[in-house]
């Protein structure tokens, strides 16, 4: 199986701050990352598909960028709304897998 | 509206059986491949399995855990999808969540969520 690895488990910042999250790929994975913001109580949502498509109504202070087995998820300015968990999930190879999730509070 | 609506969850015993549904409106049902994902109260997040289209044989794939356990089947005429799970195990409890694969197959509609319990 695949396993993804993210950095930092927990992360703690401000509004406006600029933070930058790492999924790495035991293996490479070529732009079949996934990126996903969830927050509690609720089921995730897609943000970022094919490692750096926005998906839409997505704001564009999201971002991401990477291919084979290092991927980055950036937001520019963080917002209130923006603290929340985010996952990576690839879909290179069965099994899917995710990451263990970035959780992203309030400093 | 995309929307996707699970039921089907709650409290079963070791060793137990229990089919979760989910109900699709707002897209064309048939024309997407399927998931379930749980989530384990607390924790991150974990496929399930996927079942494919009509095109594709509605062909199917499963995690390492729950192979041979799990079958997941859905009727496209009803805009269905089904989770059977038997020989239930403590580890099974987890919120179970059908989400529709977009075409790169990330998922990119999720349901809310039914929560399943094994527990005796």
Known sequence: D????QSPSFLSASVGDRVTITCRASQGINTYLGWYQQKPGKAPKLLISGASTLQSGVPSRFSGSGSGTEFTLTISSLQPEDF???????????PV??????????K | EVQLVESGGGLVQP???????????????S???????????GKGLEWVGRIRKK?????????????GRFTISRYDSENSLYLQMNSLK??????YYCARASRE????YWGQGTLVTVSS
């Open chain 2, 90 to 95: 403590t580890e099974d409890t987890a919120v």
């Open chain 1, 2 to 5: 695949i396993q993804l690895t």
């Open chain 1, 84 to 94: 929340a968990t985010y996952y990576c999930q690839q879909r290179s190879t069965y």
């Open chain 1, 97 to 106: 897998t995710f990451g263990q999730g970035t959780r992203l509070e309030i």
């Open chain 2, 55 to 67: 095109v594709n044989s509605y062909t199917t794939e499963y995690a390492a855990s729950v192979k």
């Open chain 2, 31 to 41: 024309d997407h491949y399927m998931d379930w994902v749980r989530q384990t109260p």
């Open chain 2, 15 to 29: 060793g137990g059986s229990l089919r979760l549904s989910c109900a699709a409106s707002g897209f064309t049902f």
């Open chain 2, 105 to 108: 197959s990330h998922f990119d």
